[in-house]
């Protein structure tokens, strides 16, 4: 909804800048493909960042299931690691070989 909303607000700038300014034809559509690209560039990253999100979240959900995931170099699972929930973090465990070791959520697949 927010990108229709987004889009709209274009056509409205597209349309003040034709009728209402003094620039050359040229000028306008330059100004009309500026604001094009940065709307469609924020689409791009939203869209990037809400992956990468639940790529995280679907790590997170299977390790509370207690199976393993894998992330960079370390398989990670709860007899290993424990979750920092406000960071996302896995945190190895006391007594184990990873104690101390901190890998990220989203880096994992």
């Given amino acids: 909804m927010a990108y229709i909303f987004a889009f709209i607000v274009i056509g409205l700038l597209i349309t003040m800048l034709h009728y209402f ?9 330059s100004v009309a493909a500026v604001l094009v690209f940065i709307v469609s560039s924020a689409i791009a990253y939203n869209s990037y960042s809400n992956a ?11 390790f509370n299931q207690n199976k ?11 007899t290993n690691f424990t979750l920092s929930i406000g960071t ?5 465990k006391k007594n184990t070989p990873y104690f101390g070791q901190m ?7």
């Fill in 88 to 92: 996302y973090t896995f945190i190895g």
């Fill in 21 to 29: 300014t003094e620039l050359t034809k040229w000028e306008k559509m």
């Fill in 68 to 78: 393993t995931i894998h992330c960079v170099d370390v398989d990670v699972n709860s």
């Fill in 52 to 62: 990468q999100t639940q790529k995280m979240l679907h790590a997170v959900t299977k």
């Fill in 103 to 109: 890998v990220s959520a989203s880096q994992c697949r």
